[in-house]
């Protein structure tokens, strides 16, 4: 679906340009009561939830939408695996938000490309 798309390689390239944000969070940075880890699990499930809301999709295209999520999910851990169990910032929080939104939006274009 998107996982071999051009459009998911260029995000993970968005995403490995901004790992610095992670790697080297500004000191003294006020942090949630929740990780890294947590943040993506729960911002990536919503966002896989309003897509399938959003679209009349078969029950073959939403397992196929959630075994994409579950690629990108693992795509994100082994890129942030040293920080998935730190508490983020709050710029941290904004970028995996949009991360997730930007994953949104290529679900999005591919299921309205294909009729969905």
């Known amino acids: 679906m998107i996982v071999e798309s051009d459009g998911y390689i260029e995000l993970i390239q968005y995403l490995t ?3 610095e944000m992670f790697e080297h969070p500004s000191d003294g940075a006020e942090r949630a009561s929740f990780t890294v880890r ?3 699990e729960d911002s990536l499930s919503d966002k896989i939830m ?3 809301q959003q679209h009349d999709v078969s029950q073959e295209l ?5 075994r994409e999520a579950d690629a990108i999910l693992y795509d994100l851990e082994e890129v942030l695996a040293s920080v998935l169990n730190q508490q983020p910032t709050p710029s941290q929080q904004t970028f995996i938000e949009e991360f997730t939104g930007l994953v949104k939006n290529l679900l999005d274009a591919r299921i309205s490309e294909a009729g969905g």
Do not use: K, N, Y
């Open 17 to 19: 340009e901004h790992l």
């Open 50 to 52: 309003r897509v399938s």
């Open 62 to 66: 939403r397992f196929d939408i959630v």
């Open 38 to 40: 947590e943040q993506l």
